[in-house]
Nanobody, 124 residues
Framework: QVQLVESGGGLVQAGGSLRLSCAASGRTFNNRVMGWFRQAPGKEREFVAVIRWTGIGTYYADSVTGRFTISRDNLKSTVYLQMNNLKPEDTAVYYC?????????????????WGQGTQVTVSS
């Protein structure tokens, strides 16, 4: 079993920054990539960013490219999402997820394990 725990969410004003963390534990050896998704009330859960546990590949949604950066610390089994120049439309619950796919998949259905989410609220 794999457990994913997000942290770092909170309330920030527009233009500010937050760094989210996702700590992975348990049997993580089959996980190839880690993704970040977000969901606002009444909206579909949408892809944000993805990174491989090995190699250099990353991919971002158009809505966050240039503002968000996904990174990893393999020794700590932790994935981060650095969010800069936050906008009110970034307000959502942010989830980390793990996939056994080799590619940098954006598909929610390809992710097997999910965290409980952390709330990010951006005020104008």
């Amino acid at each position: 079993q794999v457990q994913l725990v997000e942290s770092g969410g909170g309330l920030v004003q527009a233009g500010g920054s937050l760094r989210l963390s996702c700590a992975a534990s348990g049997r993580t050896f089959n996980n190839r990539v880690m993704g970040w998704f977000r969901q606002a009330p009444g909206k579909e859960r949408e892809f944000v960013a993805v990174i491989r546990w090995t190699g250099i590949g990353t991919y971002y949604a158009d809505s966050v490219t240039g503002r968000f950066t996904i990174s990893r610390d393999n020794l700590k089994s932790t994935v981060y999402l650095q969010m800069n120049n936050l906008k009110p439309e970034d307000t959502a619950v942010y989830y980390c997820a793990a996939s056994t796919q080799l590619g940098l998949t954006q598909e929610r259905n390809n992710y097997i394990y999910w965290g409980q989410g952390t709330q990010v609220t951006v005020s104008s």
